[in-house]
């Protein structure tokens, strides 16, 4: 079965400071990997996602994602980090035909005023 | 189009006590999936569904049962309800494989609580 780690549950940046949220994942071929966000009571909320075209991946509100196959990583990156970006991420994984995703264990970003 | 919808939102259950849990899309996806969500666990995938009729068992499909009757519905039960099955349970549903189709759609969650 395919794993995600996610370094970090709690990340606190100041806003207009870099956001990296770090995420490696183990896996005997190249997978689909996903960033997801949720906010507080809602359900999750696709930022991005690699499926083997560019590995470098930009996502919705000016977040984006490197894919790094001699790393297994994916980390998540945002160049200024604004209050409306506190929230819960989530990496995920999923198997080559999408039969099953393989979620992280999640990391809360706290942005200071 | 209100994509993904969960009934009910919230559910208090004492121990024993069976419930269903409905999640209902609108966008003629084929695969549909059932998570929990406990702290510090991110999301584990309970049973999961490829199509109309069919049913698999995803990481902790113990003490749930599912059905796939029609494809817009994807049912989950908990026969007799226990204290560890206490969590935020979210559907979420693809459209089908291939790398257009393979985000996740999800529901707001449900949030069951057994005593």
């Known amino acids: 079965a395919q794993s995600v780690t996610q370094l970090g549950s709690h990340v606190s940046v100041s806003e207009g400071a870099l956001v990296l949220l770090r995420c490696n994942y183990s896996?005997?071929?190249?997978?689909?990997l996903f960033w997801y966000v949720q906010y507080p009571n809602q359900g999750l909320q696709l930022l991005l996602k690699?499926?083997?075209?560019?590995?470098l991946v930009k996502g919705i509100n000016g977040f984006e994602a490197e894919f790094k196959k001699s790393e297994t990583s994916f980390h998540l990156t945002k160049p200024s980090a604004h209050m409306s970006d506190a929230a819960e991420y989530f990496c995920?994984?999923?198997?080559?035909?999408?039969?099953?995703?393989?979620f992280g264990s999640g990391t809360k970003l706290n942005v200071k005023p | 189009n209100a994509g993904v919808t969960q009934t009910p939102k919230f559910r208090v259950l004492k121990t024993g006590q069976s419930m269903t849990l409905l999640c209902a899309q609108d966008?003629?996806?084929?695969?549909m999936y059932w998570y929990r969500q406990d702290p510090g666990m991110g999301l584990r995938l309970i049973h999961y569904?490829?199509?109309?009729?069919?049913?698999a068992k995803g990481e902790v499909p113990d003490g749930y049962n599912v059905s796939r009757l029609k494809k817009q519905n994807f049912l989950l039960g908990l026969e007799s309800a226990a204290p560890s099955q206490t969590s935020v349970y979210f559907c979420?549903?693809?459209?089908?494989?291939?790398?257009?189709?393979?985000?996740?759609?999800f529901g707001p969650g449900t949030r069951l609580t057994v005593l």
């Open positions: 995920a994984v999923s198997d080559y035909n999408f039969n099953k995703f393989y």
């Open positions: 896996s005997s071929v190249p997978p689909y």
């Open positions: 979420a549903s693809i459209k089908g494989t291939g790398r257009a189709y393979n985000e996740q759609f």
């Open positions: 690699y499926t083997s075209a560019a590995t």
């Open positions: 569904s490829v199509g109309e009729g069919t049913t």
């Open positions: 966008m003629n996806h084929e695969y």
